[in-house]
C-alpha cells in the first residue's frame, strides 16, 4: 500500500494531526497500524516491511521539491529525496539478487557510486522519477515475493553480500530490507524535524 498526491510525484494523504500538532495522523488512523494479526514468518516480515514503507512516505509527505532535496549537515549529502532514490535501489536489489533479473542499477554508476544521493536535486521531475521509480521497485519486489512460496529460497542472482557472493534465503533479504528502512527512517526523522519540526510517529 502506497499514498501519493495525485499527480503521483509523491505522498500528499497526510496533514497535520489534530491530537498532536507536530505529527502527520491522529493515531487512530494511522494506516501503518491494522487489525490484522500476522500468525506466521511470512505475515511478520511483510508486515513490518509495509510499516517502514509507509513511514518513509509519511516522513515526505507534504514537502516541495526543495526541501526534500535539503540536505542534511555537510559533508553529509543526505536528503530525503535521495533516500527515496536509495531505497529504490535497494528495492531493485532484491530483483538482482533473489530473482536473478538483468536490473541496472536506477542512480549509481562506477563513476558515481553516490549517484542515488548526489543527483537528489531540487526539481520537480527529479523527485517525480524518484517516487516513481521507488514505486515499481515495491511492486517488483511485491510480486516476486508472493510468488514464492518457501522463505527459505535461494537466491537465483549473484549476491554482493558476504564471501563470494553467498547464498542468501529470501527470508535474508527481506530482513535485510527491514534492516534497511528501519535505518534510513531513523535518518528521515531527523532531516524532516529539521526541515519544518515535525517529528517522531
Known amino acids: 500500500m502506497t499514498i501519493s498526491d495525485a499527480d503521483g510525484a509523491g505522498p500528499a494523504?497526510?496533514?497535520?494531526?489534530?491530537?498532536?500538532?507536530?505529527?502527520?495522523?491522529?493515531p487512530d488512523d494511522d494506516p501503518r497500524e491494522t487489525d490484522v494479526e500476522s500468525v506466521d514468518e511470512r505475515?511478520?516480515?511483510?508486515?513490518?516491511?509495509r510499516h517502514y514503507r509507509l513511514t518513509l512516505e509519511m516522513k515526505c509527505a507534504g514537502l516541495d521539491a526543495g526541501q526534500l532535496a535539503q540536505r542534511s549537515v555537510p559533508p553529509s549529502t543526505m536528503s530525503l529525496l535521495g533516500l527515496v532514490r536509495h531505497l529504490a535501489e535497494g528495492e531493485r536489489h532484491v530483483r538482482r539478487v533473489m530473482a536473478g533479473e538483468d536490473a541496472p542499477r536506477l542512480y549509481r554508476t562506477e563513476e558515481d557510486r553516490d549517484g542515488d544521493w548526489n543527483g537528489a536535486v531540487a526539481d520537480p521531475a527529479v523527485v517525480a522519477d524518484a517516487w516513481r521509480q521507488w514505486r515499481a521497485e515495491v511492486e517488483a519486489t511485491d510480486r516476486?515475493?508472493?510468488?514464492?512460496?518457501?522463505?527459505?529460497t535461494?537466491?537465483?542472482?549473484?549476491?554482493?553480500?558476504?564471501?563470494?557472493?553467498?547464498?542468501?534465503?529470501?527470508?535474508?533479504?527481506?530482513?535485510?530490507?527491514?534492516?534497511?528502512?528501519?535505518?534510513?527512517?531513523?535518518?528521515?526523522?531527523?532531516?524532516?524535524?529539521?526541515?519544518?519540526?515535525?517529528?517522531g510517529q
Open 13 to 26: 494523504r497526510w496533514t497535520k494531526s489534530t491530537v498532536y500538532g507536530d505529527m502527520w495522523v491522529d
Open 43 to 49: 505475515g511478520v516480515l511483510l508486515d513490518y516491511l
Open 144 to 152: 516476486f515475493v508472493a510468488g514464492v512460496a518457501d522463505l527459505g
Open 154 to 199: 535461494k537466491n537465483a542472482g549473484v549476491s554482493d553480500l558476504g564471501p563470494d557472493g553467498g547464498d542468501l534465503q529470501l527470508r535474508d533479504i527481506l530482513v535485510a530490507q527491514i534492516a534497511e528502512y528501519a535505518r534510513h527512517c531513523g535518518h528521515a526523522d531527523l532531516l524532516r524535524e529539521r526541515i519544518d519540526g515535525r517529528v
